[in-house]
């Protein structure tokens, strides 16, 4: 895994809705009508992660869920942290309502 060059990085984060560059992060707070709802959604994010072997920070504050990624590998953002951030943003829509 490369990590991204800062133009690289910059072009990506244009590219995602409401991620926010935070150091080697990028960050995204997804809030829901229902708690549950928020938890199903980390459920979804949890397997996903699992199964491409990269795993974000998440937190969990009542009907907020906050997720981070970065490559520690790669020290910094990959293709895939900004694959996975679109993937996570399309997982949402099922839950958002």
């Known amino acids: 895994m490369r990590r991204l060059t800062d133009a690289e990085i910059e072009k990506s984060i244009d590219s995602l809705i409401g991620w926010k560059l935070d150091g080697k992060f990028v960050v995204k707070k997804y809030r829901f009508r229902e708690f549950l709802k928020g938890i199903e959604f980390v459920n979804e994010i949890a397997q996903l992660s699992e199964d491409q072997n990269h795993h974000p920070f998440m937190a ?20 895939l942290n900004v694959a996975l951030a679109k993937k996570y943003d399309e997982i949402y829509e099922k839950y958002k309502m």
Not at 60 to 79: E, M, N, P, Q, R
């Open 60 to 79: 969990i504050d009542y009907k907020l869920v906050t997720l981070k990624l970065t490559s520690w590998h790669a020290g910094g953002l990959t293709d």
